[in-house]
């Protein structure tokens, strides 16, 4: 094994500062009153600009970690959390690309620069090199499978982007009332998934490594979901319709949603021909179900029993709760899939 090299942090360095600029600029765009629509179209601008350049920089991260290992750079947590921000900036350039609605792009960028973050807080032996593989590892299917996971968690993280900003709405009224109850609910619900993974490091007496990572990630979480929250009361006024956001969460989802089931069919290809079963009682697993199921609940529910709005926003909150509990918390449960952690 070795250590990352120069140019490895120097790419994530300067990915970490792209997330922050996108973010930055976004939310200026959310939140002040620019003297001219030119100006305005100019954060916008530059705010897509920046998270372009996240997506840039994070694709040659992946190269050039890739030609450094010489295997797909999917093999533990450090890997795998870079390449699901990236599919987070790909997936977000996308649909705005659909929908011109850069606004949205000041609650899904954060997502972004917590994973780089994140990363960058990791202990060095997590961000080592990783030579000579696992026997599991060396498969194919290992690309196939995570790189199905990488877009669909992506889109789910859209997805969730665009519920949290539709609930934020709903929270504030345009006549600048105080937060209601339902903003309350949803900034606690927002920081369950983090909380979790801390409490479960307690009992199973594992504090200290979590104190490292998920404390400390926690932390710029509550920071900067507040200066979000902040941004949104200010531009309450200036955040995109409803209606819209509700369509784009659903659309997001929709595409994520088939690549969630191919990562959990090419994982139990993988898991039979590696382990010799394609499904058992391993935490990941597990957990990769559980999302699967609470997905396929989000759209049943808006197919089949025509949610929409507040409800809809909720199950996508829900769901990515989910997803992070399954990237991050189950690491600390065991398991086959513990060599992720």
């Known amino acids: 094994m070795s250590t990352p090299s120069g140019w490895e942090l120097g790419l994530l360095y300067a990915a970490l500062a792209c997330f922050a600029l996108a973010s930055l600029f976004y939310i200026a765009l959310v939140t002040l009153r620019p003297s001219s629509d030119r100006a305005k179209s100019g954060l916008g601008t530059v705010g897509t600009i920046f998270a372009l350049l996240s997506a840039l920089v994070l694709t040659a991260w992946l190269i050039h970690r890739w030609l450094d290992t010489g295997h797909a750079p999917y093999a533990n947590l450090y890997e ?116 979790i993974m801390w409490g479960v490091g307690v009992l199973l007496h594992r504090i200290e490594p979590v104190v490292r990572d998920p404390l400390t990630l926690s932390i710029a979480f509550v920071v900067f979901w507040g200066f979000l929250v902040f941004g949104a009361y200010v531009g309450r ?37 590696a382990w010799g079963r394609p499904w058992g009682n391993d935490p990941k697993e597990i957990w990769s179900g559980i999302t699967w199921l609470v997905y396929l609940a989000y759209l049943h529910a808006r197919m089949a029993r025509g949610w929409h709005g507040w409800r809809a926003a909720w199950l996508a909150a829900i769901g990515f709760g989910a997803v992070l509990f399954t990237l991050f918390g189950v690491n600390y449960l065991g398991g086959l899939h513990a060599y992720s952690g």
């Open 80 to 195: 795998y959390a870079i390449a699901f921000a990236w599919g987070v900036a790909v997936v977000y350039l996308v649909l705005e690309r659909i929908y011109r609605v850069r606004a949205l792009g000041a609650f899904v960028m954060p997502v972004g620069l917590l994973l780089t973050l994140y990363c960058l807080l990791l202990p060095s032996l997590q961000k080592t090199g990783i030579k000579n593989l696992q026997p599991a590892l060396k498969s194919p299917w290992l690309a196939v499978h995570v790189g199905t996971a990488v877009l669909a968690y992506g889109a789910v993280a859209v997805g969730f982007g665009a519920g949290v900003v539709y609930l934020l709405r709903g929270a504030f009224s345009s006549r600048g009332a105080k937060p209601t109850p339902l903003f309350l609910l949803t900034t606690s619900a927002s920081l369950v998934p983090i909380w």
């Open 237 to 273: 006024d200036r955040l995109p319709d409803p209606d819209l956001l509700d369509h784009i969460g659903y659309r997001a989802i929709t595409f994520g949603f088939p690549f969630l089931t191919l990562m959990i069919f090419t994982g139990a290809i993988w898991a039979e021909r």
